[in-house]
C-alpha cells in the first residue's frame, strides 16, 4: 500500500514537468515558424528597395539605405572633383605655349614675314580692284538696236556702240558687226563696218589713222582689249580677202569704210601686241 501511494506521487510530479516540457517545446516550434513568416513577407513585400535585394543575401532595410546614401555622396564627390580636373588639364596646356614662346630675334623674323604676307595681300588688292576698275558698263541696246560692244579710237575721236548686225537704219546711227570668224575679243576676225558721212562721224576719219595707232574693243561683260593697227590698205568693194584669214588663233579686228568717193574700201587691220 505504501509503494502504491509511493508511485501515485511520482506520477503526480512528472505530469505537470512533462506537460511544461511539451508547451516549451511548442513555442518554439511557433516562434519558428512565426520567424521564417515575417522574413518571407518582408522579401516580397512592396519596398523597391527590399525587393531589389531580394535575390541575394537578406538585408535589413537599414543596411540598404545606408548603403544607397553612401553611393550617392561617391557619386557627389566625383562630379565636384571633375572641374578640378578640367582646371588643371586647361593649366597643363598652357604651359607648353609659354616654355615655347619665340625668341626675339625669332618675332623679328616673323614680323619680317608678316609685314612680307601683308604687303603682298595689299598689292594682289590693287590689283584686282584696277581690273574691276578697267570693266566698263557697255548698253546692250542702243537706239533700239541691240549691241555686241563698243568701239574707241583716241586719234579720231570715236567712241561709239557697235550693232551686232548691219541694217540700213542702224548703220546711220553706229558701227556694226558685218561679220566674225570668232567671238568678240576672242579668237579670231571681226569686221565692223561704218559709214563715211564726210562730216567727222563715225568712220569718217579712218583715212587718217597710221599704223601702230590704238584702237580699243569693249564687250557687253565690260572686258576692253587694246588692238594696235599693223596694216592699212585701199580695195575694191569686191574684195572679201582680207575677211577671212587667219590670226593664228588670237584676237583681230577689221574696220571697212568708204573713201571719200565712193569708189574704193578703207581697210584697216588690227592685233594685240605682246
Do not use: W
Not at 519558428?32 to 535585394?53: C, L, S
Not at 579670231?188 to 597710221?210: A, P
Request: charged share 30%; net charge negative.
Amino acid at each position: 500500500m505504501s509503494f502504491m501511494l509511493k508511485k501515485a506521487k511520482k506520477q503526480i510530479i512528472y505530469i505537470p514537468i512533462s506537460f511544461l516540457f511539451i508547451c516549451c517545446i511548442l513555442v518554439i516550434i511557433l516562434n519558428f515558424f512565426a520567424k521564417n513568416n515575417t522574413n518571407k513577407k518582408t522579401i516580397e513585400g512592396i519596398n523597391p528597395v527590399t525587393v531589389v535585394k531580394s535575390s541575394m543575401k537578406y538585408k535589413e532595410p537599414l543596411t540598404v539605405i545606408l548603403e544607397y546614401i553612401e553611393k550617392e555622396e561617391i557619386k557627389e564627390e566625383t562630379i565636384k572633383k571633375e572641374p578640378e580636373n578640367i582646371e588643371t588639364k586647361v593649366e597643363e596646356s598652357i604651359l607648353p605655349i609659354e616654355d615655347n614662346l619665340p625668341t626675339p630675334e625669332g618675332k623679328e623674323k616673323q614680323t619680317e614675314q608678316n609685314n612680307k604676307m601683308l604687303e603682298e595681300t595689299t598689292i594682289e588688292t590693287a590689283k584686282e580692284e584696277n581690273e574691276v576698275e578697267k570693266k566698263e558698263i557697255v548698253e546692250t541696246q542702243y537706239q533700239g538696236f541691240p549691241t555686241i560692244g563698243k568701239i574707241e579710237i583716241p586719234k579720231t575721236g570715236v567712241n561709239m556702240p557697235i550693232l551686232d548686225q548691219v541694217t540700213v537704219e542702224g548703220m546711220k546711227l553706229a558701227s556694226c558687226l558685218l561679220y566674225k570668224t570668232g567671238e568678240l575679243n576672242q579668237d579670231g576676225n571681226n569686221l565692223i563696218v561704218g559709214h563715211n558721212f564726210r562730216d567727222h562721224t563715225l568712220f569718217s576719219n579712218n583715212k587718217n589713222l597710221k599704223l601702230g595707232d590704238k584702237i580699243y574693243i569693249t564687250t557687253l561683260d565690260g572686258n576692253k582689249v587694246e588692238y594696235t593697227i599693223y596694216d592699212k590698205f585701199v580695195t575694191t568693194p569686191e574684195d572679201v580677202s582680207y575677211i577671212k584669214r587667219e590670226t593664228n588663233n588670237k584676237p583681230e579686228i577689221t574696220l571697212s569704210c568708204c573713201t571719200d568717193d565712193d569708189e574704193y574700201r578703207i581697210i584697216i587691220l588690227a592685233k594685240i601686241i605682246e
